[in-house]
């Protein structure tokens, strides 16, 4: 009788962590199906520029890239004060509970979101509150989450979109992989029992196409197998992404799946929107009966976003357009209109950074009246009922278009 016992509680411990548990999404041979166990093709945006931002999307181009130059450059022109103030509004007006139920109301059906290392060093960290606010958000206008490491420790690129410094010291340096695993460890221990988060995208776009860095493509399958293995021991629901090398473009990396509750994802960006693109990922779904998913791509026409869209579909591929904000450009959900005096700001970007063209820089400095101005006109403006939506966009990626933002509560 105690050995019946042992053994029906066996089988209940195996049934609560399974990856088939329908209270979680999961994978199912080919597909990713959802709580109810649903087939769900995914059809996501991607939350870029808010918690990990970039530069070209605040018209910077030729000036800082990185979320660590962009800080920089607000520090020099706000101060301490002024741009602590900045940052902690940019990241509550960015992204609101009216933003999550746009995106609802146009149709998607799941949002990708970048993170930061940084914003989640220790378990009270600014970052849970915001993703957890994003996340009861979410709940409540039926979206699913993505979490997305978009800069890691170390860096997976050792460029602007990982916040690194030059080099990807990730797959080299032990004290930076250990780094890495606390974070997920951590973010893994806090999201285990959310169900409306989809899974994990553990690294994004881990090494370029650099041919000096090929070597390190050795290294990313079994950074991932070590990591994955330390997620699931505080987590066995929550499917795990993996993107390959060269910005989750090559899966050659790839062996056999390591994970019974793993989805593979890639990126492409300025290629021909057909089948010809995507055949290698089809193929891998087919070889290792395992699900794939489109994480990137867009920064194009809407005519090239709805073939792609259609050529992903046909194939039966979840995709996740990026971005869903950006300042000016029409190639993304909504539009940030641009500050009146934010051409003095990206002129002012452009100039040689560092101390040693500190004398130049003061020259040119806009007046602090008129940085104020910009900045705080930014803030407003970065609401989604300042914001244009791109009606044209969302038709070609099959989404409802007449959408307007409610009103502010």
């Known amino acids: 009788m105690f050995k019946l016992r042992v053994l029906q509680l066996s089988l209940l411990f195996l049934t609560l962590i399974s990856p088939g548990s329908a209270q979680y999404a999961h994978t199912d041979h080919k597909q990713i199906v959802d709580t109810a166990g649903k087939p769900l093709l995914i059809r996501a945006t991607n939350l870029g520029n808010w918690l990990v931002p970039e530069g070209y999307m605040w ?24 741009s602590a103030a900045f940052w902690q509004k940019y990241r509550e007006n960015y992204v609101t509970r009216e933003d999550i139920g746009l995106l609802h109301r146009a149709g998607f059906n799941v949002i990708r979101v970048p993170l ?90 881990p090494i370029p196409h650099f041919p000096k860095l090929a070597p390190l493509n050795l290294s990313l399958e079994p950074l991932y197998k070590k990591l994955s293995g330390e997620i699931r021991k505080v987590d066995a629901h929550h499917i795990l992404l993996l993107g390959g090398a060269q910005w989750d473009g090559n899966f050659s990396v790839f062996g056999k799946p390591f994970d019974a509750n793993v989805a593979y994802t890639f990126h492409k960006y300025w290629t021909a929107p057909d089948e010809s693109v995507i055949r290698q990922y089809i193929d891998f779904r087919e070889r290792y009966d395992v699900p794939i998913w489109m994480g990137e791509s867009g920064e194009n026409t ?67 009246e008129t940085i104020a101005r910009a900045f705080a006109e930014l803030l407003e ?21 007449d959408i307007a933002p409610q009103p502010e509560r």
């Open 302 to 368: 809407d005519h090239w976003i709805a073939q792609f869209a259609k050529s992903l579909e046909k194939n039966n591929i979840g995709w996740a357009f990026w971005p869903y904000k950006k300042m000016e450009k029409s190639s993304a959900v909504v539009s940030i209109i641009p500050p009146a005096d934010w051409g003095k700001i990206v002129e002012f970007a452009k100039l040689p950074a560092g101390t040693a063209h500190a004398e130049d820089r003061l020259k040119a400095r806009p007046e602090q």
């Open 59 to 82: 018209l910077f181009e030729g000036g800082p890239q990185s979320p660590s130059e962009i800080r920089t450059l607000v520090f020099e022109l706000l101060g301490p004060e002024g």
């Open 116 to 205: 930061h290392y940084s914003l989640f060093e220790s378990d009270d960290s600014e970052g849970f509150k915001v993703v957890d606010r994003l996340i009861g958000w979410s709940r409540a206008e039926n979206l699913y989450v993505v979490l997305d490491l978009h800069a890691a420790p170390g860096g997976q690129t050792g460029t602007n979109i990982d916040d690194s410094d030059g080099y990807p010291w990730l797959y080299e340096s032990p004290q930076e992989q250990e780094h890495l695993i606390t974070i997920w460890r951590r973010l893994a221990t806090h999201y285990r029992d959310e169900p409306i988060v989809l899974g994990y995208d553990l690294l994004n776009e």
């Open 381 to 401: 403006n970065v609401r989604v009922q300042k914001c244009r939506v791109n009606a044209g966009y969302l038709r070609a990626l099959g989404l409802k278009a």
